[in-house]
């Protein structure tokens, strides 16, 4: 039988791209510790991340390297053709590691977001609901994790080899994955893309507008000598959350409390 969102989707009323960026600002005031607690449990886990794919990569390179007469360094063959036929095992196998862990880091950075969507739910609406710890909607959930984050390559994947212009339409969908996952953890994998598809489709111009603008905030804590951007990374998802709410809404929230941020 069909999930019930399905329905909802069908009768989901248009989000309003003005209210929706200004009750962004309202809520990110609120909620901008978490967002830091939030990017920085995210930082923890992606940086062992990218030295276990760097540093093999970055040794490869210098052992391909050598010295040439003068006794200067030969950086990649620039003195001699490089041989790669005996590394070609170890190419294979690294490429094979580098694409595990990377989708099982991505499996946990959709965790952690997810997460933080129900934070904004709990902090918007004023609900009694109790969110878990961080890892909450990890744990007994990893498989899951682990496949949305291959579906969304895989998405991602095929748009790019698309010519690129496909792209710009299916990162509304995928934006919208986290949110659904959020509050639907119990649905397939192919429900929560369906879903994220069918309400990224039905109001695509509103939630694109939405994303670049949010993403361009979300980088403007470059400026603030460059950490900054730790407490603003987050803000991108809170247009998100507020595309789901405003046309989906809640069965657990009053009516009054799902048009505009709790003081």
Same mark, same amino acid.
């Given at each position: ?35 830091? $607690? ?6 923890? =886990? ?10 093999? $990569? ?35 196998? $690294? ?26 739910? /709990? ?39 698309? !010519? ?29 893309? /369906? ?29 603030? !000598? ?9 803000? =991108? ?15 657990? =929230? ?10």
């Amino acid at each position: 039988m069909e999930h019930p969102i399905f329905t909802k989707i069908e009768n989901a009323k248009k989000p309003d791209f003005g209210a929706i960026l200004s009750k962004s600002f309202e809520l990110f005031k609120k909620v901008w510790e978490q967002a830091l $607690y939030h990017v920085l449990i995210t930082l923890a =886990v992606m940086l062992p991340v990218i030295l276990l794919i760097y540093i093999p $990569y970055i040794l490869f390179i210098f052992q391909m390297g050598g010295f040439d007469s003068y006794g200067y360094y030969d950086d990649y063959g620039f003195y001699r053709e490089p041989n790669l036929a005996p590394y070609i095992p170890f190419l294979i196998v $690294y490429v094979i590691v580098v694409l595990v862990i990377i989708f099982l880091a991505q499996a946990f950075v959709l965790g952690i977001t997810a997460h933080f969507v129900k934070v904004l739910k /709990k902090v918007d609406t004023g609900s009694a609901e109790d969110v878990g710890g961080y890892f909450s909607l990890i744990k007994g959930n990893y498989m899951k994790l682990i496949l949305l984050s291959l579906a969304s390559f895989g998405i991602a994947l095929l748009a790019t080899l698309a !010519c690129y212009l496909p792209i710009f339409y299916v990162m509304v969908p995928l934006q919208l994955l986290v949110v659904f996952y959020a509050f639907h953890p119990e649905m397939s994998v192919s429900d929560l893309v /369906k879903a994220s598809f069918k309400l990224g489709h039905k109001f695509w111009l509103t939630i694109f507008g939405l994303i670049i603008i949010s993403s361009l905030i979300a980088q403007l804590g470059i400026l603030l !000598c460059i950490v900054g951007v730790f407490f603003t990374a987050y803000f =991108v998802h809170i247009p998100m959350y507020y595309v789901y709410k405003d046309a989906l809404g809640f069965d657990d =929230v009053p009516e009054e409390n799902t048009t505009q941020v709790t003081s």
